[in-house]
């Protein structure tokens, strides 16, 4: 006889599951149990919610659902960032947690929260096993809902007899691959019409562009067409190589150097973009440019986003078909090439200034340099996530990554140890803001028990930067938003990991490549003053839209 939970990691180890992250509690018992004698390994962490960003992190970077377990209560409620991390960000996650037995009740309502009703605001999906015979079909449900466009997380709630209910074995079900709908040729080649009609097109690729399965199709069409094309914070990386089309990265939503192509063009080819994301440009009724919609789903129309035309299903399938009407018929815009090279020269300036404290220009300089084309930055939320979204130049697909969705604060670490336990042989470094690393810093233990190779770099200014910046911009007092820290090389020691301080800038780059050589995890803590560089934003774009909103 085998119990619920053995049907529960046997329907797991069919969807190819292979790491679950977590921290199980007396419900999970049967679980963990299951998990002992299965192929999957059991990833300890000291909190849920590190553990639900993890696994979101697997499915934004796999295309596969990550899955993260807990108990339930206080476990399941501190899923609750992780889940929301997941939802708006569209990456696949399953997450698991435990409840006491429906059929009795001898504890009465202790530690009993509906997790269920709270999860329904926050994920795809949310249910409850109430039979151990069910558990393959809604396994195996739970990750065609995970993985569908749009990818989110979903919930299951398995309550502790469930899980230890003795039942004959009742088959998995198999996988098939997950098919998606293609356009119509009617939008494909009203889309083609606009394309080849238009003076000045340009390429916006936004999240939903940005899907692992989606590098080379988007990567081709970009070299066949010879469109010019920039991206969302979430879009960035899509494409592989240094291409000479690209514009940059809306890092604002107007007035970013980036929009001086978009008041040039005439027409916008809109790849992917979600509105959870802050919109990149602001769609003006009249005077501005047309948008074409690209996406697996039809636009949410917004105040600031209503498209002119939509071509709707599988983004892959679409940009090709599109190659294949375009391939050879359109010209690049000199003066829209011109313009990107005054684009990138703005951007890159103050990128070698000695300053110290460095600026974040100089911070983004060092890390590009040390990080190989394949290496991956994980970026916690901060003031800084402006000038990487602009600054860092990415080459290979999936390389920076960043949350301009739900824009949590703690999730830069998590994000990192994932991409490190996926790609060990690749360079990844997690760069966090002192207010964001604190926020699950617990993690450096589970890092260092996992043998990872890792680096952690975080931004000190002792306060929370992006706000107070926020605060001076809308001229209110300087109050509220500082803190003292740790000294945060004894603290990485203290877990056993390494530390390095920068106290001068010339120090950042070797200190950060000397970090990489040694292995293991290596905390640097980098002073930063954001109060020179952020007024200068501040009076440039002022200068050139006394009405722009900065937040």
Request: proline letters at 6%; hydrophobic letters at 45%; a negative charge.
């Amino acid at each position: 006889m085998k119990k619920g939970s053995d049907l529960l990691v046997a329907a797991l180890e069919n969807e190819g599951v292979d790491r679950i992250f977590g921290v199980p509690g007396e419900e999970n018992l049967d679980v963990v149990e299951s998990l002992r004698k299965s192929s999957i390994q059991l990833v300890l962490t000291r909190h849920e919610q590190a553990a639900a960003f993890m696994a979101a992190t697997h499915g934004r970077l796999t295309g596969k659902p990550g899955v993260c377990i807990a108990t339930l209560g206080p476990g399941a409620l501190n899923f609750s960032t992780g889940a929301a991390y997941a939802h708006l960000g569209a990456m696949p996650m399953i997450l698991i947690t435990g409840q006491k037995a429906i059929m009795t009740a001898k504890q009465a309502r202790f530690q009993i929260v509906d997790v269920v009703a709270s999860m329904k605001p926050l994920t795809k999906m949310t249910r409850q096993i109430v039979s151990a015979a069910s558990i393959p079909s809604m396994v195996r449900d739970a990750f065609r809902v995970a993985m569908e466009e749009r990818p989110g997380p979903v919930h299951l709630e398995l309550p502790e007899d469930i899980a230890g209910e003795e039942i004959e074995d009742v088959p998995v079900i198999p996988v098939h691959p997950l098919e998606r709908p293609v356009a119509q040729v009617t939008a494909l080649d009203r889309a083609a019409d606009m394309i080849l009609s238009a003076k000045r097109p340009l390429v916006m690729i936004g999240a939903a562009g940005n899907r692992p399965r989606l590098v080379e199709a988007l990567s081709a069409f970009v070299r066949r067409t010879r469109l010019p094309f920039f991206n969302t914070q979430m879009g960035k990386g899509a494409v592989t190589g240094g291409s000479n089309l690209y514009m940059g990265t809306a890092a604002l939503s107007e007035r970013d150097y980036v929009h001086e192509a978009v008041d040039r063009a005439d027409l916008i080819i809109s790849i992917g973009h979600d509105t959870i994301e802050k919109p990149p440009f602001l769609m003006k009724s009249q005077g501005g440019p047309k948008v074409i919609h690209i996406g697996y789903q039809s636009a949410s129309v917004e105040q600031v986003y209503h498209p002119d035309a939509e071509v709707i299903g599988d983004i892959g399938a679409t940009v090709t078909a599109l190659a294949e009407r375009l391939g050879g018929k359109l010209d690049p815009d000199v003066a829209m090439l011109d313009l990107r090279q005054t684009i990138l020269t703005r951007i890159n300036d103050r990128a070698e200034e000695d300053r110290f404290p460095p600026t974040p220009q100089r911070i983004v300089h060092d890390v590009r340099a040390v990080m190989p084309e394949d290496g991956i930055v994980c970026l916690d939320n901060g003031m800084y996530k402006i000038w990487f979204a602009r600054n860092y130049r990415t080459h290979v697909a999936n390389t920076l990554l960043l949350d301009n969705a739900l824009a949590t604060m703690g999730a830069g670490l998590p994000s990192a140890m994932m991409a490190a336990m996926l790609y060990p042989e690749r360079r990844v470094m997690a760069v966090c803001g002192d207010g964001g690393f604190m926020m699950n810093s617990q993690e450096m233990e589970t890092a260092i028990r996992l043998g990872l190779n890792l680096i952690v770099v975080i931004l000190n200014d002792n306060a929370y930067g992006m706000i107070r910046w926020k605060q001076a911009v809308d001229k209110f007092p300087d109050f509220g938003l500082t803190f003292g820290n740790p000294d945060f090389v004894r603290y990485a020691e203290a877990y056993g990991a390494k530390g390095s301080r920068v106290t001068k800038v010339e120090e950042l780059l070797p200190t950060l490549e000397a970090a990489f050589a040694g292995g293991g995890v290596h905390l640097v803590d980098v002073p930063i003053d954001y109060s020179e560089n952020t007024r200068v934003l501040v009076e440039e774009l002022r200068n050139r839209s006394p009405d722009v909103e900065l937040a």
